[in-house]
């Protein structure tokens, strides 16, 4: 029970890193907040939660936008009373140059990733506030450090995280709230597999992709999801600022597999 009647919302929390959220801190006794855009798999996601008995409500959210930003955090607030933990975990992509990027892509991938986070934080840090407390969670990506060629917009929104996370990290702290970002690498979702199906030969990127790990597996989402438990938690309690990698040792190798490149 280390996050016993935290109110967490979850961005993205329907399905992948963000459902593997949702349901790790529902059993650790959070009351979970699901905030995606996608409707049909956010009520499938509510379900699994409540099945398990995890107090949960799920609400349509898009991040990118101010006003469905702050009907999130009203209904937050109005079915559970706070907002104690937040991650910012949802995210879009795409792999173009920042030459063959148009605005309207650039705009899409900073307006979710970046500014999702950006205005889930702003609407969210008041009413931490009130409580002197609360802890704010950003998925990130390796991408934020050492990044691979076709990827403009998405490096530069993972990079962005991570500077508005020290930042936040700075004006928060004397109200008890603390602003950490984790960095994972290549995590078993259905973003990878998207990601995976549109290279010319899928199979042997999966191949590559295995070789190229120090642990000699790909992350689960659990991986994922424990490193954002223990920087909500009350464990973390001096943690503030950080960007921790859950990359089974990649940043600690030279080179990539040719296929990426
Ligand atoms: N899968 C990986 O290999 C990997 C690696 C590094 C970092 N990450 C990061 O982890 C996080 C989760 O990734 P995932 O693989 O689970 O992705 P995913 O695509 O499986 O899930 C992303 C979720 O975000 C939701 N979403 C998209 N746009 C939204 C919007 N405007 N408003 C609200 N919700 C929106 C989607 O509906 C989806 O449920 C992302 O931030 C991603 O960048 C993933």
């Known amino acids: 029970m280390r996050l016993k009647d935290k109110v967490s919302v979850i961005t993205g ?8 959220i949702a349901k790790m801190f529902g059993k650790e006794g959070a009351k979970i907040v699901i905030a995606d855009v996608n409707e049909e798999t956010g009520n499938a996601a509510l379900e699994g939660l409540k099945k398990d008995g995890i107090d949960a409500i799920f609400v349509k959210t898009d991040v990118s936008s101010e006003e469905s930003v702050i009907h999130l955090m009203n209904e937050a607030v109005n079915a559970f009373g706070s907002v104690d933990v937040l991650v910012n975990n949802a995210a879009v992509s795409i792999r173009k140059s ?45 991408h934020a450090d050492k990044t691979i060629t076709r990827f403009a917009a998405y490096a530069a929104s993972k990079g962005g995280m991570t500077a508005l996370t020290r930042q936040m990290s700075l004006d928060c702290g004397k109200d008890n709230i603390r602003v950490n970002a984790v960095l994972p690498s290549t995590v078993d979702t259905p973003m990878l597999y998207e990601t995976m ?19 000699g597996r790909i992350a689960t989402a659990d991986d994922i999801a424990h ?35």
């Not at 929390?13 to 593997?20: D, F, K, Q, V």
């Not at 063959?100 to 840090?125: I, M, P």
């Not at 921790?244 to 080179?255: E, H, S």
């Open 13 to 20: 929390g329907s399905r992948g890193i963000g459902e593997a």
């Open 227 to 261: 490193a954002c438990l223990f920087l909500a938690s009350d464990e973390a309690a001096y943690v503030s600022g950080h960007s921790l990698r859950v990359d089974g040792g990649t940043y600690a190798k030279v080179a990539r597999p040719l296929m990426f490149d």
């Open 98 to 142: 920042a030459e063959d990027t148009s605005l309207e892509e650039w705009q899409k991938v900073l307006g979710v990733n970046l500014t999702g986070a950006f205005l889930c934080s702003k609407y969210a840090v008041p009413e931490m506030r009130k409580r002197e407390r609360g802890a704010i969670v950003n998925v990130a990506s390796w």
């Open 197 to 215: 199906q549109n290279l010319p030969d899928p199979e042997e990127a999966w191949k590559q992709t295995l070789d190229y790990q120090p642990l």
